[in-house]
């Protein structure tokens, strides 16, 4: 039998105050609705069906996954409506499984074993006890724990209110039954909307066989429906992260001081000091160090490099033992080769730098290529931009250059050039050669330094 999985997210999340649709906050980089779809893949349903209605068409767009069959909510009249929208794509007779777009700390273990009880129950509910319970649905079981019905925060008596059972939202079940029950729910409650929880009491009037997983590690129910709550459950998130970084060998120095917004792969032996932000795709190879106050952006980190603290890298490729910064600024199609020196407040751009080479200060490298074994001196740079277009500045093997020289790009500087200290380089320079552009230093007699006026 196919499995369907239903998640709702067309609720706008008035509580989070924010003119983003609640499902798009970003939890680890991803939307957290993005997370609870990547979940659900997780577990090769038949489909995926998303409700949406709140900001739908800046959902799709979002998520931008054509696997997805996408639900129209136009109004949004509770979770029982949401799931209702869904049913002319669902066959009868097929297990279907409902999750919250608001909930995104879910496993897909949990998941797999939520269906799996649907072949002894028929309708298994995922519940957690929690020290805080506010703002859930409680759980209310008999004298027998046989679950009875789930009753919504603001329909609660004093004595449900006090019940640490709460419900996730999650339940597994099939489609012939779900539509029966959501056929015969209201909207006689305190929100007046219609309840998909109300499927809970109708299932036990009907005798049917209904079950409420409690979910172990209760974190992985946690809602989002405030700014507090995004907080909370990101942090959460990413120490899960950390601590699988950890368990594959990585050292972090403290694993509450590290985030991760995407997918960190790492080799062996990397080392990765505090306060460090990842973000997209990034690789980091055996023996990286990283120091303090990272930014890393889609990158990828050869074996051996060390970062110093406060770089920050974006879309770059650095190779095997490079030594950056501190405060080195490399941005997007950066690529560095092997044993390449980077050193404080210097911003490389598109720009390619051969093995050995070092820009150690103070220094702007766009639009250029380095050859090998060159060395930049403090307070170089390359004016690639006259105004209106950008050019490129070519500097070959061996080629030293003094401090403080502008490149006028275009411009091509021939293998084992020297280049003298202040210089402006508004043409190309030969190979082997010095070649000096400043103008010669005088010295002018009896000049007076000004005095103040009385
Ligand atoms: C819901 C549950 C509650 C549970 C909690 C877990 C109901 C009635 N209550 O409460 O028992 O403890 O989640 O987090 O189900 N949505 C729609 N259309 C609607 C209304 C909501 O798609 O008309 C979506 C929302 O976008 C959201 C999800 O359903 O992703 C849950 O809605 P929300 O309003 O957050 O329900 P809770 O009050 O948290
Ligand atoms: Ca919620």
């Known amino acids: 039998m196919g499995l369907h999985i239903i998640i709702l997210a067309a609720g706008k999340g008035t509580r989070m105050h924010s003119d983003l649709p609640k499902v798009l906050h970003k939890v680890a980089g991803l939307p957290m609705l993005a997370q609870v779809i990547k979940c659900a893949q997780k577990i090769s349903p038949q489909a995926i069906h998303v409700v949406v209605g709140h900001g739908s068409e800046q959902i799709k767009e979002a998520i931008n996954d054509d696997t997805i069959n996408w639900c129209l909510q136009k109004e949004q009249f509770g979770t029982g409506h949401a799931v209702q929208q869904t049913f002319a794509n669902l066959k009868d007779e097929q297990n279907v ?18 269906t799996n009880e649907l072949s002894q129950h028929d309708l298994v509910i995922l519940s957690a006890k929690l020290d805080d319970p506010t703002g859930y649905g409680r759980i209310v079981r008999d004298k027998k724990n046989k679950v009875q019905q789930i009753v919504e925060q603001k329909d609660a008596d004093d004595n449900t209110l006090s019940i640490k059972e709460v419900n996730s939202g999650i339940l597994a079940t099939r489609t012939n039954l779900l539509k029966q029950w959501i056929s015969k729910i209201d909207n006689e409650n305190a929100q007046q909307e219609f309840y998909l929880t109300d499927c809970i009491e109708l299932a036990v009037k009907g005798k049917h066989n209904v079950e409420a997983l409690v979910c172990n ?73 990283v120091g303090v106050n990272a930014v890393i952006i889609n990158s990828t980190i050869e074996a051996g490099t060390h970062i110093h603290a406060n770089c920050h890298i974006e879309n770059a490729t650095i190779g095997r033992n490079c030594e950056l910064g ?124 000004p005095k103040k006026n009385k």
């Open 326 to 449: 501190p405060f080195a600024r490399l941005r997007p199609e950066t690529k560095l080769d092997n044993n390449v020196k980077v050193g404080n407040f210097v911003e490389i751009k598109k720009s390619k730098v051969k093995a050995g080479s070092k820009i150690s200060h103070l220094s702007y490298i766009g639009d250029c290529e380095l050859g090998k074994d060159v060395n930049i001196g403090a307070g170089t740079i390359t004016c690639n931009y006259d105004g209106a277009n950008k050019h490129r500045t070519i500097i070959g093997d061996n080629v030293f250059v003094g401090s403080d020289t502008q490149f006028i790009a275009p411009v091509k500087v021939g293998d084992g050039a020297t280049i003298g200290a202040g210089s402006t380089i508004t043409k190309d320079t030969p190979k082997n050669k010095l070649t000096l552009a400043r103008n010669k230093q005088v010295t002018i007699d009896n000049w007076q330094r």
């Open 97 to 114: 499984l409902v999750l919250y777009g608001d909930v995104p700390l879910l496993t897909h273990e949990t998941l797999q074993q939520l």
């Open 217 to 289: 590690n209760a974190d992985e129910i946690l809602g989002i429906n405030s700014k507090s709550q995004l907080a909370e459950v990101e942090r959460i998130y990413q120490r899960r992260i950390a601590e699988n970084l950890m368990a594959e060998g990585a050292t972090l120095m403290d694993p509450s001081r590290i985030d991760v917004r995407g997918e960190l792969h790492l080799g062996k032996n990397v080392e990765i000091d505090v306060n460090s932000v990842f973000e997209g795709s990034n690789t980091l190879g055996d023996g990286v160090v």
